[in-house]
Nanobody, 115 residues
């Protein structure tokens, strides 16, 4: 059973930075892609950033230029560097893995940006 464990969330002031980590229990090469989603109170879960097995990245328009997704294959870990954070970035952030047949989700980590 694949497990994804997120860490790095917290409380930060607007304009600050946080780096989220997602550690997978197995090789991330086994996934077609990995990424980060977020869900704010009263809103639907939305895709924030994804990175394919080949390293191709995709970002939501709302975070382009501020967030960077990356992966460390040796550590089976995917990261989300978040800079210039805004109060509207406040949400629970979830790590996601596309396992070709099955999808996997982490438990989520809270990110709160104060104004």
């Amino acid at each position: 059973q694949v497990q994804l464990v997120e860490s790095g969330g917290g409380l930060v002031q607007a304009g600050g930075s946080l780096k989220l980590s997602c550690a997978a229990s197995g090789s991330i090469f086994s996934f077609n892609a990995m990424g980060w989603y977020r869900q704010a109170p009263g809103k639907q879960r939305e895709s924030v950033a994804t990175i394919s097995n080949s390293g191709r990245t995709h970002y939501a328009d709302s975070v382009k230029g501020r967030f960077t997704i990356s992966r460390d294959n040796a550590k089976n870990t995917v990261y989300l560097q978040m800079n210039s954070l805004k109060p509207e970035d406040t949400a629970v952030y979830y790590c996601f893995a596309d396992g070709y047949i099955d999808d996997y989700w982490g438990q989520g980590t809270q990110v709160t940006v104060s104004s």
